[in-house]
């Protein structure tokens, strides 16, 4: 079975950065792609990049573009997410997706969902 695994969320105060990953075992063998989508408490659930690990395609939603990078170690079945200048409207759960999607950034394309991880911009 495929089970997408996050991990690097923390606390971190606005302006900072963090490094989240994301391992989607179960799909050594196929080519798939990644998305991160994040949900904050009373907020719409919103994607927030996603990643074609087979042409190293990458998408990212207006509000992170720039500041957010996408990248992928397709030997470790491994995706990063790099959030540089953080912003409090940023904290959020941020969840990995996996999958085969047609349109990265909606949510209903993707079958696999990790457990979470939590993100907190706040001084």
């Known amino acids: 079975q495929v089970q997408p695994v996050e991990a690097g969320g923390g606390l971190v105060q606005p302006g900072g950065s963090l490094r989240l990953s994301c391992t989607a075992s179960g799909l050594t063998l196929g080519s798939y792609a990644i998305g991160w989508f994040r949900q904050a408490p009373g907020k719409d659930r919103e994607g927030v990049s996603g990643?074609?690990?087979?042409?190293?395609?990458?998408f990212y939603a207006n509000s992170v573009k720039g500041r957010f990078t996408i990248s992928s170690d397709n030997a470790e079945n491994t995706v990063y997410l790099q959030m540089n200048s953080l912003k409090p409207e940023d904290t959020a759960g941020y969840y990995c997706?996996?999958?085969?999607?047609?349109?990265?950034?909606?949510?209903?394309?993707?079958?696999?969902w990790g457990q979470g991880t939590q993100v907190t911009v706040s001084s």
């Open positions: 990643i074609k690990t087979g042409d190293g395609s990458t």
């Open positions: 997706v996996a999958g085969f999607p047609y349109l990265v950034l909606f949510a209903a394309e993707y079958d696999y």
